[in-house]
């Protein structure tokens, strides 16, 4: 088969992938995709699209080398394939690595999705309302107007629902709680989303940055360039990025467990260096990396030696004592 005749089967097998892959990631994660920034939908999407037109660009190649055949014209054809020849050799070779690149990461990305009790606290509770936009859900109580806030950041490709339920316990106490959506669900993407969060609430007195995993991490780089705003850090599972061991100001937990195969004991021991002295330091016997969300497991976490309910309470309990530390006098 010459090089030519290869060039529309290439097209059909990268149209393909180009198809199949948006199609999986939407068919198994819909209504995650749906509830989230929009950036990764509209990636996979218009990942799709680009399998259409080049199944639609494969096929029309076909229908014209059935046509060409019968007009007796092979050397000129064979003339023009050789002169061309390296060109569809190296564009292919691109099209091949692009692809493998691009689907790679949109597969990666695929998020973990948030189990149903937490889904169904997007509605609310009585005693905390919620609101849900494209880039926040927001979490108010009811039962008073808060002087506080906790700006939280979920951990990488994670479903931000999936917080709700340990999130709304903490708003029910009388705390403003935002919980950001983060493009592709990566913290990174969103590192300056407290600040639009604090503009938008100017009735909120203190205010706390935190997250789970890379959240808490993104969360401190934000804690450490405007300590003029934010009076305190919580870090489930997580560690700064910044030294900021000698931030006396900025009220910090660090929350963690004891079995997490992702953050672990080892690593949350190591970053204390980079914290203020007066860190409340809280490790969750028996809790794994996924019990700081209502997302499942997660590949290379360790095994669980408590409930998933006890860890959350436990892990409740440090977060709304970090955020009575902060907002002291």
Same mark, same amino acid.
């Given at each position: 088969?010459?090089?030519?005749?290869r060039?529309?089967?290439?097209?059909?097998?990268l149209?393909a992938?180009w198809?199949?892959?948006?199609?999986w990631?939407?068919?198994?994660?819909?209504?995650v995709?749906?509830?989230?920034?929009?950036?990764y939908?509209? *990636?996979v999407?218009?990942?799709?699209? /680009?399998? !259409? +037109?080049?199944?639609? &660009?494969? #096929? =029309?190649?076909?229908? $014209?080398?059935?046509?060409?055949e019968?007009?007796?014209?092979?050397?000129?054809?064979a003339d023009?394939g050789?002169?061309s020849?390296?060109?569809?050799?190296?564009?292919? *070779?691109?099209?091949v690595?692009?692809s /493998?690149? !691009? +689907?790679?990461?949109? &597969?990666w #990305? =695929?998020p973990?999705a $948030?189990?149903?009790?937490?889904i169904?606290?997007?509605?609310g509770?009585?005693?905390v309302?919620?609101?849900?936009?494209?880039?926040?859900?927001?979490?108010?109580?009811? *039962?008073?107007?808060?002087?506080?806030?906790?700006?939280?950041?979920?951990?990488a490709?994670?479903?931000?629902r999936?917080?709700?339920?340990?999130?709304?316990?903490?708003?029910?106490?009388?705390?403003?709680?935002?919980?950001?959506?983060q493009?592709?669900d990566?913290?990174?993407?969103?590192?300056? *989303?407290?600040?639009?969060?604090?503009?938008?609430?100017?009735?909120?007195?203190?205010?706390?940055?935190?997250?789970?995993?890379?959240g808490?991490?993104?969360?401190?780089?934000?804690?450490?360039d405007?300590?003029?705003?934010?009076?305190?850090?919580?870090?489930w599972?997580s560690?700064?990025?910044?030294?900021?061991?000698?931030?006396e100001?900025?009220?910090?937990?660090?929350?963690?467990?004891?079995?997490?195969?992702?953050?672990?004991?080892?690593?949350?021991?190591?970053?204390?260096?980079?914290?203020p002295?007066?860190?409340?330091v809280?490790q969750?016997?028996?809790?794994?990396?996924a019990?700081?969300g209502?997302y499942?497991?997660?590949?290379?976490d360790?095994?669980?030696?408590?409930?998933?309910?006890?860890?959350q309470?436990?892990i409740?309990?440090a977060?709304?004592?970090?955020?009575?530390?902060?907002?002291a006098?």
């Amino acid at each position: 088969m010459t090089r030519s005749r290869r060039t529309p089967w290439l097209l059909l097998v990268l149209g393909a992938l180009w198809v199949l892959v948006p199609g999986w990631i939407w068919l198994t994660r819909a209504g995650v995709l749906l509830a989230g920034h929009p950036a990764y939908a509209v *990636a996979v999407s218009l990942a799709a699209v /680009v399998g !259409v +037109l080049l199944l639609a &660009a494969g #096929l =029309r190649r076909r229908g $014209a080398r059935g046509r060409t055949e019968t007009a007796r014209d092979a050397p000129s054809r064979a003339d023009a394939g050789r002169r061309s020849g390296w060109l569809r050799v190296v564009g292919g *070779a691109v099209a091949v690595v692009l692809s /493998v690149l !691009v +689907l790679g990461v949109l &597969a990666w #990305l =695929r998020p973990f999705a $948030a189990s149903p009790p937490a889904i169904a606290l997007v509605d609310g509770t009585s005693e905390v309302a919620v609101t849900d936009s494209a880039s926040r859900i927001t979490l108010t109580p009811t *039962a008073q107007e808060p002087t506080d806030g906790l700006v939280f950041q979920p951990g990488a490709r994670v479903d931000p629902r999936a917080y709700l339920s340990l999130l709304t316990e903490v708003a029910a106490d009388g705390h403003l709680v935002v919980v950001v959506k983060q493009p592709f669900d990566i913290g990174f993407t969103a590192a300056g *989303a407290p600040g639009d969060v604090i503009e938008d609430h100017p009735e909120i007195v203190t205010w706390v940055t935190g997250g789970h995993s890379l959240g808490g991490v993104v969360a401190s780089t934000y804690a450490a360039d405007h300590p003029d705003e934010v009076a305190g850090l919580l870090l489930w599972a997580s560690y700064p990025l910044d030294d900021l061991s000698g931030r006396e100001d900025l009220a910090v937990a660090t929350v963690s467990g004891s079995e997490d195969g992702l953050a672990t004991p080892a690593d949350i021991e190591a970053s204390l260096a980079d914290l203020p002295p007066d860190t409340q330091v809280v490790q969750v016997a028996g809790a794994v990396h996924a019990f700081f969300g209502d997302y499942g497991e997660q590949p290379g976490d360790g095994t669980p030696g408590t409930s998933r309910a006890e860890a959350q309470a436990q892990i409740v309990e440090a977060s709304l004592a970090l955020l009575e530390a902060a907002a002291a006098p």
